[in-house]
């Protein structure tokens, strides 16, 4: 028997169906050892070596593995083909004993029989560059989160958390927001002439004064201009005719589908990492049981496989015609600070089209296959071919421009339009009459139009993932986690689909800028991750990359906490009385929310629940004021003296305030009867 070991234990069935008999699938369900969660566990002044721990949940599980694992003839590690997928590999082989040049580790980047098959002849050692990329990337992130977390708490209010990639997400956010509120709307007129030509009317654009460009600033300019050519004829100046091509897109990465599922799908970034999470590792289809559609999924790369790409367009030419195969296969190419571990998102096979699975698969899972299939489809046609045609126009000293644009060959079109914003153009029309250079054409009327330029328009999850992108900050696995965290811990909010700062991640981002702008910025954190692939691709020691950080992070560090420098919200005062000194209560924030607390501190240490509401039950037979009930650390209800910690008196029983003629014991209810709390006394009272 030969095991292989996985991660998700939703990828099993569907490579079950393709390793065949003799082969056992084993999954870890995510890491099996990682720092622990509540210390720093990274040695400082020890290089930074880190202090991993087997994560208590996975001990059972740690346990069968290894039993797997020993009678097992071969093993193979297929953990997901990323850095993080190669770091729990390695963490997996230390479990088991394994030392680094044993060939143990095989990665495939679709869930087929041909990838399985292939990756099962090249098992390979762990990659350790991989691991040491992944390494510095984790202690680099606990460093700033476990570090710098505590000094926003202390100097703004508890339970926040700072992060060396979501700081810079928030602070996008942030600065945009700052950016609107800041701009000053500036003047502009548009001006259109609507020419006449036989039955048709042609809408040109002023674009010119004098030969040079021209945009009217105010009414003046509009009124010299009005005098000037109302009621004048239009020369035909230039007529231009060109023919003009649209290349295809490229296919999906990460960040393009992510984007293009929120603009043309309105689907989230939770929703498409979920069900682009579930297409890869594999979904029920009809007729073949559980099958996995696509590819790997956490990717920064737009190259395609040879034989998928030759399989596509053998697809294309059989259903679409030889037109629309290009006359040489479309390449792409990745960006230069990608790391261009994996392919594109594509489909497995053109094979499995989205109406065959259309009845099996959920709402969301079919809208995004579809989506991912043609963008691929699309990725590998011919261009679209359109002929265009560009009309200047002159009166007097102005001139006039429209172009007009008809297709003559779809191309790629036929399967997937781009997504663009909608917007007004100036000087754009469909099909134009036949105009020849020199005609003189009649004016109908000339429409200005005052407008004024508009702010930046604020972010939403499609568009800061394609900053983030463009900025070089995080990667691919990354951009969701990012953008959800800063809306759980409430640093944004949505107002429609646009993301907005709250005060709270507004003061953050200003703390951060004052203190931390040296790290905490978009610049610094993009060579951070250079440097991290510095590791991954040139094996530059990860320790030395952690300590040229940390170096100037402590110092900063040290002067942000020495500084007296606070941003917390001052406490904000009540009508509440203090039952314990007769001052007033005020509404503090503590590590567990807000909470009420004397103002005479520390005279007075008296504190309770904000929306505490007190149930009285009774009287306290030791001073006579109300007993109250309260619950222990383990639920049970009892009854204490609302006087404590001056009067400690309490009780499991509801007490009357009077006390047992026979024995001075406190009286009680117990139910229905009112009697002496001490066991050994018969005293009762009639409970009328």
């Given at each position: 028997m030969?095991?292989?070991?996985?991660?998700?234990?939703?990828?099993?069935?569907?490579?079950?169906?393709?390793?065949?008999?003799?082969?056992?699938?084993f999954?870890?369900?995510?890491?099996?050892?990682?720092?622990?969660?509540?210390?720093?566990?990274?040695?400082?002044?020890?290089?930074?070596?880190?202090?991993?721990?087997?994560?208590?949940?996975?001990?059972?599980?740690?346990?069968?593995?290894?039993?797997?694992?020993?009678?097992?003839?071969?093993?193979?590690?297929?953990?997901?083909?990323?850095?993080e997928?190669e770091?729990?590999?390695?963490?997996?082989?230390?479990?088991?004993?394994?030392?680094?040049?044993?060939?143990?580790?095989?990665?495939?980047?679709?869930?087929?029989?041909?990838?399985?098959?292939?990756?099962?002849?090249?098992?390979?050692?762990i990659?350790?560059?991989?691991?040491?990329?992944?390494?510095?990337?984790?202690?680099?992130?606990?460093?700033?989160?476990?570090?710098?977390?505590?000094?926003?708490?202390?100097?703004?209010?508890?339970?926040?958390?700072?992060?060396?990639?979501?700081s810079?997400?928030?602070?996008?956010?942030v600065?945009?927001?700052?950016?609107?509120?800041?701009?000053?709307?500036?003047?502009?007129?548009?001006?259109?002439?609507?020419?006449?030509?036989?039955?048709?009317?042609?809408?040109?654009?002023?674009?010119?004064?004098?030969?040079?460009?021209?945009?009217?600033?105010?009414?003046?300019?509009?009124?010299?201009?009005?005098?000037?050519?109302?009621?004048?004829?239009?020369?035909?100046?230039?007529?231009?005719?060109?023919?003009?091509?649209?290349?295809?897109?490229?296919?999906?990465?990460?960040?393009?589908?992510?984007?293009?599922?929120l603009?043309?799908?309105?689907?989230?970034?939770?929703?498409?990492?979920?069900?682009?999470?579930?297409?890869?590792?594999?979904?029920?289809?009809?007729g073949?049981?559980?099958?996995?559609?696509?590819?790997?999924?956490?990717?920064?790369?737009?190259?395609?496989?040879?034989?998928?790409?030759?399989?596509?367009?053998?697809?294309?030419?059989?259903?679409?015609?030889?037109?629309?195969?290009?006359?040489?296969?479309?390449?792409?190419?990745?960006?230069?600070?990608?790391?261009?571990?994996?392919?594109?998102?594509?489909?497995?096979?053109?094979d499995?089209?989205p109406?065959?699975?259309?009845?099996?698969?959920?709402?969301?899972?079919?809208?995004l296959?579809?989506?991912?299939?043609?963008?691929?489809?699309?990725?590998?046609?011919?261009?679209?071919?359109?002929?265009?045609?560009?009309?200047?126009?002159?009166c007097?000293?102005?001139?006039?421009?429209?172009?007009?644009?008809?297709?003559?060959?779809?191309?790629?079109?036929?399967?997937?339009?781009?997504?663009?914003?909608e917007?007004?153009?100036e000087?754009?029309?469909?099909?134009?009459?036949?105009?020849?250079?020199?005609?003189?054409?009649?004016?109908?009327?000339?429409?200005?139009?005052?407008?004024?330029?508009?702010?930046?328009?604020?972010?939403?999850?499609?568009?800061?993932?394609?900053?983030?992108?463009?900025?070089?900050?995080?990667r691919?696995?990354?951009?969701?986690?990012?953008?959800?965290?800063?809306?759980?811990?409430?640093?944004?909010?949505?107002?429609?689909?646009?993301?907005?700062?709250?005060?709270?991640?507004?003061?953050?981002?200003?703390?951060?800028?004052?203190?931390?702008?040296?790290?905490?910025?978009?610049?610094?954190?993009?060579?951070?991750?250079?440097?991290?692939?510095?590791?991954?691709?040139?094996?530059?020691?990860?320790?030395?990359v952690?300590?040229?950080?940390?170096?100037?992070?402590?110092?900063?560090?040290?002067?942000?906490?020495?500084?007296?420098?606070?941003?917390?919200?001052?406490?904000?005062?009540?009508?509440?009385?203090?039952?314990?000194?007769?001052?007033?209560?005020l509404?503090?924030?503590?590590?567990?929310?807000?909470?009420?607390?004397?103002?005479?501190?520390?005279?007075?240490?008296?504190?309770?629940?904000?929306?505490?509401?007190k149930?009285?039950?009774?009287?306290?037979?030791e001073?006579?004021?109300?007993?109250?009930?309260?619950?222990?650390?383990?639920?049970?209800?009892?009854?204490?003296?609302?006087?404590?910690?001056?009067?400690?008196?309490?009780?499991?029983?509801?007490?009357?305030?009077?006390?047992?003629?026979?024995?001075?014991?406190?009286?009680?209810?117990?139910?229905?009867?009112?009697?002496?709390?001490?066991?050994?006394?018969?005293?009762?009272?009639?409970?009328?």
């Amino acid at each position: 028997m030969k095991l292989v070991i996985i991660e998700s234990p939703a990828k099993r069935e569907a490579l079950k169906k393709y390793l065949g008999d003799g082969y056992e699938v084993f999954a870890t369900k995510g890491h099996i050892r990682d720092l622990p969660a509540k210390s720093l566990a990274i040695d400082i002044k020890n290089n930074f070596e880190p202090k991993y721990e087997v994560l208590s949940e996975k001990k059972e599980l740690i346990n069968e593995l290894k039993r797997k694992a020993g009678k097992a003839d071969y093993v193979y590690i297929a953990t997901d083909p990323d850095r993080e997928g190669e770091a729990i590999s390695w963490h997996v082989a230390h479990i088991l004993g394994y030392d680094s040049e044993k060939e143990c580790r095989i990665q495939f980047n679709e869930i087929s029989k041909k990838a399985v098959s292939k990756a099962l002849t090249e098992p390979r050692k762990i990659d350790l560059k991989l691991v040491d990329a992944q390494q510095a990337r984790r202690v680099l992130d606990r460093l700033v989160g476990y570090k710098l977390s505590p000094i926003i708490c202390k100097k703004i209010a508890p339970k926040l958390s700072a992060g060396r990639v979501q700081s810079v997400a928030l602070k996008l956010v942030v600065d945009r927001e700052v950016e609107i509120e800041n701009f000053v709307p500036e003047e502009y007129w548009t001006v259109n002439a609507h020419i006449k030509k036989e039955t048709h009317e042609i809408k040109a654009s002023l674009a010119t004064f004098k030969k040079k460009k021209f945009v009217p600033k105010n009414k003046e300019e509009i009124d010299a201009m009005l005098g000037a050519i109302s009621g004048k004829n239009f020369t035909v100046k230039e007529v231009k005719k060109a023919k003009t091509k649209s290349h295809a897109p490229a296919p999906f990465t990460t960040s393009t589908m992510q984007q293009d599922a929120l603009n043309k799908l309105g689907m989230s970034l939770a929703k498409t990492s979920a069900a682009a999470q579930q297409l890869y590792e594999g979904v029920e289809v009809k007729g073949e049981g559980k099958i996995a559609l696509i590819t790997y999924i956490r990717t920064d790369s737009v190259r395609v496989a040879t034989d998928a790409q030759n399989a596509c367009l053998e697809f294309i030419k059989n259903k679409y015609g030889a037109d629309f195969v290009p006359a040489k296969p479309n390449i792409y190419h990745t960006k230069d600070s990608a790391q261009d571990a994996h392919e594109a998102i594509r489909p497995i096979t053109m094979d499995i089209t989205p109406d065959m699975v259309k009845e099996t698969l959920s709402a969301d899972n079919y809208k995004l296959y579809k989506l991912i299939y043609e963008r691929f489809l699309a990725s590998q046609m011919s261009d679209a071919e359109y002929a265009s045609v560009t009309v200047n126009f002159d009166c007097e000293d102005y001139g006039f421009k429209v172009s007009g644009k008809t297709m003559e060959f779809p191309g790629y079109t036929n399967v997937y339009k781009e997504f663009v914003e909608e917007e007004n153009k100036e000087g754009l029309a469909g099909k134009l009459p036949k105009l020849e250079e020199g005609e003189v054409l009649e004016c109908n009327k000339i429409v200005p139009e005052q407008k004024f330029t508009k702010p930046p328009t604020r972010f939403t999850e499609a568009t800061l993932v394609k900053a983030m992108e463009e900025k070089g900050i995080g990667r691919p696995a990354t951009y969701s986690a990012t953008i959800t965290i800063l809306s759980s811990r409430k640093y944004t909010e949505k107002e429609g689909k646009y993301l907005i700062p709250t005060e709270l991640g507004r003061k953050i981002t200003a703390y951060l800028d004052q203190f931390f702008a040296g790290v905490i910025n978009v610049k610094f954190t993009a060579y951070m991750e250079g440097r991290l692939d510095d590791i991954a691709s040139k094996g530059e020691d990860w320790q030395a990359v952690v300590a040229s950080f940390w170096n100037g992070f402590e110092r900063l560090l040290l002067r942000a906490d020495e500084s007296s420098l606070t941003m917390k919200e001052p406490p904000k005062e009540t009508d509440i009385v203090c039952e314990k000194c007769g001052s007033k209560m005020l509404i503090r924030n503590g590590k567990f929310g807000e909470f009420l607390a004397c103002s005479n501190f520390p005279k007075c240490k008296n504190t309770r629940p904000l929306n505490e509401t007190k149930k009285v039950v009774g009287k306290c037979p030791e001073c006579g004021a109300d007993m109250v009930e309260r619950k222990s650390k383990r639920g049970k209800i009892f009854y204490s003296c609302d006087r404590y910690p001056d009067c400690k008196f309490m009780s499991w029983d509801v007490t009357t305030g009077g006390k047992c003629p026979k024995c001075q014991s406190p009286i009680v209810v117990k139910g229905k009867v009112v009697k002496c709390s001490n066991a050994d006394c018969d005293y009762k009272e009639n409970n009328a």
